[in-house]
């Protein structure tokens, strides 16, 4: 298997703290952090992200500083995938750690930019929504994709998301990781 060359995040390199080690040795990893933090980044991350918009739009910056800190992280889940992150997580579960495998300068500095949106309004916002959105890239970019991940909520990223799920199912179901998609997606009905 080959690793792509990760994108430049819009031209920017990795922030401050963020881990840019080579992949994984273990090839059940590997393909647990690519496959399934793929899927997390795209119907997890980017969904709350879409929250933190609408929150700071609506001017409501206790909402958007909530959702940021599940955002960050759910986003460090993803991170932590690389080396010892749970795979399996469920909403509002206590026992899941989203910081396993995440060094701890990451997880700081991650949970200080949430926090940092307390204050931010107007053209604070703005930035602070930017640094967000870099945070994330920062994550999608160490999945090491050729190409940056498609935007699943919209008419062709949707084709392509299933797509990706189906170019890493063979390959997970061959090592004994569970699928990207849920069962009653993938059952016939009949």
Avoid: N
Avoid at 110 to 124: P, S
Wanted: net charge negative; aromatic share 6%; hydrophobic share 45%.
């Amino acid at each position: 298997m080959t690793h792509p060359v990760p994108h430049p995040a819009e031209g920017t390199a990795p922030a401050a703290g963020v881990t840019t080690a080579a992949p994984p040795a273990d090839l059940r990893r590997l393909l647990a952090f690519r496959a399934h933090g793929a899927a997390r980044l795209l119907l997890g991350c980017r969904a709350r992200l879409e929250d933190i918009e609408g929150a700071v739009a609506a001017d409501q910056p206790e909402v958007a500083v909530l959702m940021a800190y599940d955002l960050v992280q759910f986003s460090l889940s993803v991170r932590g995938l690389r080396t010892e992150g749970e795979l399996s997580y469920g909403r509002d579960e206590a026992a899941f750690d989203p910081f396993a495998g995440v060094p701890a300068a990451e997880v700081e500095a991650a949970l200080l930019l949430a926090a940092e949106g307390a204050g931010a309004t107007g053209a604070r916002a703005e930035e602070w929504l930017e640094r967000l959105r870099a945070h994330l890239r920062d994550t999608e970019q160490l999945l090491g994709y050729g190409e940056p991940l498609p935007d699943v909520r919209s008419a062709s990223g949707l084709m392509k998301g299933f797509r990706l799920a189906r170019t890493w199912q063979p390959h997970l179901e061959r090592v004994g990781l569970p699928g990207l998609l849920p069962s009653a997606w993938t059952r016939r009905a009949d």
